[in-house]
């Protein structure tokens, strides 16, 4: 197969991770060997990495890689609400996830559902976690954007590469990259774009 790399909408994004086999039951999670988590909720304004509270109300929107830790924490803990809540798109003109486009009854807020679905299959260690912790590390944003790749964004001491391929069937390491980018959007970071190269 060529290598395709996509940038989709929400959407279609869990659509794609559903298609493309990364939510199928491969049963193994596989060794987690020398596997560290980190429990801090923030990180120092020096440090270009960030950890999720393992329960938050508000989502942290303080630091880009505070945001895709939030984002992913709520995905793994499927955490719909939470999730969109840290999601936008940068338009023009650009948009955030409010109370009022996350509600439950809303039509984003429906299709939301549907994509943190899939992506919470993807995304969550066979072995389960109730509150996972959530570690992004990478390089500082370049200006108003940042994009953290899946082995930079560990649950539970592993890479979100690792957790995906161990939820997959018929991918090998190698063969899918993902990224997830941050964006600066009115009052915070947002998570607004993710990508899939498949080849």
Same mark, same amino acid.
């Given at each position: 197969?060529s *290598? =395709?790399?996509k940038? #989709? !909408?929400? #959407?279609?994004?869990? &659509? &794609?991770?559903?298609?493309?086999?990364?939510?199928?039951?491969?049963?193994?999670?596989?060794?987690?060997?020398?596997?560290?988590?980190?429990? +801090? %909720?923030?990180? %120092?304004? $020096?440090?270009?990495?960030?950890?999720?509270?393992?329960?938050?109300?508000?989502?942290? =929107?303080?630091?880009?890689? @505070?945001?895709?830790?939030?984002?992913?924490?709520? #995905?793994?803990? !499927?955490?719909?609400? $939470?999730?969109?809540?840290?999601?936008?798109?940068?338009?023009?003109?650009?948009?955030?996830?409010?109370?009022?486009?996350?509600? *439950?009854?809303?039509?984003?807020?429906?299709r939301?559902?549907? +994509?943190?679905?899939?992506?919470?299959?993807?995304?969550?260690?066979?072995? !389960?976690?109730?509150?996972?912790s959530?570690e992004?590390?990478?390089?500082? @944003?370049?200006?108003?954007?940042?994009?953290?790749?899946?082995?930079?964004?560990?649950?539970?001491? =592993?890479? &979100?590469?690792?957790?995906i391929?161990?939820? +997959?069937?018929g991918?090998?390491?190698? $063969?899918?990259?993902?990224?997830? $980018? +941050?964006?600066k959007?009115?009052?915070?970071?947002? #998570?607004?774009?993710?990508?899939?190269?498949? !080849?």
């Amino acid at each position: 197969m060529s *290598d =395709r790399t996509k940038h #989709v !909408g929400w #959407v279609a994004a869990g &659509l &794609l991770a559903a298609a493309a086999g990364l939510t199928g039951c491969s049963g193994e999670d596989g060794p987690a060997a020398d596997a560290k988590a980190t429990t +801090s %909720s923030s990180a %120092s304004p $020096q440090s270009p990495s960030a950890s999720a509270p393992a329960s938050s109300s508000d989502p942290d =929107r303080s630091s880009p890689e @505070a945001t895709v830790a939030a984002w992913v924490t709520a #995905v793994v803990k !499927g955490e719909v609400k $939470q999730a969109c809540l840290l999601m936008g798109e940068e338009g023009p003109p650009p948009t955030t996830g409010s109370e009022e486009t996350c509600a *439950d009854d809303s039509a984003q807020g429906k299709r939301i559902q549907k +994509s943190i679905g899939a992506f919470q299959e993807s995304f969550t260690p066979a072995s !389960g976690t109730e509150n996972p912790s959530v570690e992004v590390t990478g390089a500082p @944003a370049d200006g108003d954007k940042a994009r953290y790749a899946a082995d930079e964004i560990t649950i539970d001491g =592993r890479t &979100l590469e690792d957790v995906i391929l161990s939820n +997959s069937t018929g991918l090998e390491k190698g $063969q899918l990259k993902v990224g997830i $980018q +941050s964006s600066k959007l009115d009052d915070g970071w947002y #998570v607004t774009d993710m990508a899939f190269d498949i !080849g």
